[in-house]
Nanobody, 116 residues
Framework: QVQLVESGGGLVQPGGSLRLSCAAS????????MGWYRQAPGKQRELVAT???????NYADSVKGRFTISRDNAKSTVDLQMNALKPEDTAVYYC??????????WGQGTQVTVSS
């Protein structure tokens, strides 16, 4: 079990930037694949980005070139830098920890609202 707490969400104008952070409770964090997911009202939760224990990343097509995921194993944190934000990025963003598909943990989520 890894406890996750997200922070950094808020209200931003289109074209603006936000940096989300996820803090994990355990130092075993380093062996987990970490990810960010998001869920808009009436929509399914969708993958935004993942980063493996070795630092390999994957992104949803909709955020490529705009979002960057990173991790600091010494601090047990994973961040999501979000640039050039669009109204369609509005959602609750959730941090995820995955251990070989056997164990998964979710944070409580943080609201990101991009509005004109």
């Amino acid at each position: 079990q890894v406890q996750l707490v997200e922070s950094g969400g808020g209200l931003v104008q289109p074209g603006g930037s936000l940096r989300l952070s996820c803090a994990a409770s355990r130092n075993i964090f380093s062996i987990y694949t970490m990810g960010w997911y998001r869920q808009a009202p009436g929509k399914q939760r969708e993958l935004v980005a993942t980063i493996t224990s070795g630092g390999s990343t994957n992104y949803a097509d909709s955020v490529k070139g705009r979002f960057t995921i990173s991790r600091d194993n010494a601090k047990s944190t994973v961040d999501l830098q979000m640039n050039a934000l669009k109204p369609e990025d509005t959602a609750v963003y959730y941090c995820n920890a995955d251990l070989h598909g056997l164990f998964r943990s979710w944070g409580q989520g943080t609201q990101v609202t991009v509005s004109s």
